[in-house]
């Protein structure tokens, strides 16, 4: 038998720490899982387990990004009444019944109860379900007239559907779920007066010009699409870090007609927050294209950029979990920059004729 390379040695251990903790996590749950029991299920040291997850968190949420599963493409969308019913039905699905362990059904619906219970995490937190909303808001405002706003409405899904999943963990059997989508259906026929006028944008200062040459990395994927996302077209790409990802819709909403947005995610803390990105997002885009059509889905990309190879190449000073910088990128140059607050919508409303600081 031919020996294993050491690549092929690190994917074998790493696959058998992810077996191991997904019988652990689904026995006892993420508070009462153990590392040292981990390690033993899976027949190494202690040390193996950490050499390739540095935290029981990091494990956890890699455990749940591996169990994420993108099938089913819908043909066609539901009618603007039905969308935001079918998506809540879509989501539902994750849920576990009744009769399922408290731990068990915590992993099948991919739970996060107890797990960021620091600062830091608890902003991603919020941050990733401010991205998670203006996904889904896209999506309903393709199925809504024009220059309609769908952000309160998908926050408020977005809020009755995640009190459902808690509530699934600690109240088996509480509630209807087909209640809850014909609920969500409802909430799409609220006046909720959503408006986008963010007080600071009249106080932002222009992109300044610049004539940098762009050599974009090795395609990263889109989180959204599973595809690559090439860097190679013209387009504006922001970079956002896990505590400012709510800044996206600066660059959604101030984009001219046919520009490529791109939001490059960065962070401090790959192995955790970025994980993070990628479960919430993945998984949200997996219920958004079994429900939306492709040409209802978001023109919008979300890479994630945890070794700074996009913001390196762009000249991105100092990326991290508060990175907030943008640039605009045509005919293979960067043509434009700004970092700081309003830098997406800086770069992004930019004219065509150059128009900067």
């Given at each position: 038998m031919a020996r294993l390379t050491r690549a092929q040695q690190q994917e074998r251990t790493r696959a058998a720490v992810l077996a191991a903790a997904r019988e652990e996590f689904a026995e006892h749950g993420y508070s009462d899982a153990k590392v040292d029991r981990i390690a033993a299920r899976a027949e190494l040291t202690r040390g193996a387990v950490y050499s390739n997850f540095p935290s029981k968190r990091a494990l956890y949420l890699a455990v749940l990004v591996d169990s994420v599963e993108h099938v089913g493409?819908?043909?066609?969308?539901?009618?603007?009444?039905?969308?935001?019913?079918?998506?809540?039905?879509?989501w539902l699905e994750r849920l576990p019944w009744s009769g399922e362990t408290p731990a068990g059904g915590s992993l099948q619906?991919?739970?996060l109860d107890g797990v960021f219970d620091d600062e830091p995490g608890r902003t991603s937190m919020a941050q990733v379900t401010k991205l998670e909303a203006l996904l889904l808001?896209?999506?309903?405002?393709?199925?809504?007239?024009?220059g309609t706003r769908r952000v309160r409405l998908a926050e408020l899904v977005l809020t009755l559907l995640n009190g459902a999943g808690h509530l699934a963990g600690t109240a088996p059997g509480f509630g209807d779920p087909f209640d809850v989508a014909r609920a969500c259906g409802h909430l799409a026929h609220l006046d909720l007066?959503?408006?986008?006028?963010?007080?600071?944008?009249?106080?932002?200062?222009?992109?300044?010009?610049?004539?940098?040459?762009?050599?974009?990395p090795a395609e990263l994927p889109d989180l959204l699409t599973g595809?690559?996302?090439?860097?190679?077209?013209?387009?504006?790409?922001?970079?956002?870090?896990?505590g400012r990802l709510d800044a996206a819709e600066e660059a959604v909403r101030a984009a001219r007609p046919g520009d490529r947005v791109t939001v490059a995610v960065t962070t401090g803390d790959p192995a955790?927050?970025?994980?993070?990105?990628?479960?919430?997002i993945g998984d949200l885009a997996g219920c958004l294209r079994r429900v939306f059509a492709p040409d209802d889905r978001p023109r919008l990309r979300v890479v994630l950029d945890h070794r700074a190879a996009v913001a390196t190449a762009a000249a991105i000073p100092e990326t991290g979990d508060a990175t907030e910088c943008a640039v605009r990128v045509e005919a293979g140059?960067?043509?434009?920059?700004?970092c700081g607050r309003g830098a997406a919508y800086a770069v992004a409303s930019m004219t065509r004729s150059g128009q900067a600081g």
């Open positions: 493409e819908a043909a066609s969308s539901p009618a603007p009444d039905e969308a935001a019913a079918a998506f809540a039905r879509v619906s991919r739970s808001a896209l999506c309903l405002e393709s199925r809504t007239p024009r007066a959503d408006t986008w006028d963010p007080p600071h944008l009249p106080f932002v200062a222009p992109a300044q010009r610049a004539q940098d040459p762009w050599h974009p595809r690559p996302a090439g860097f190679d077209g013209d387009g504006v790409i922001v970079f956002l870090g896990t955790e927050l970025g994980r993070l990105v990628r479960l919430r140059t960067i043509v434009a920059r700004a």
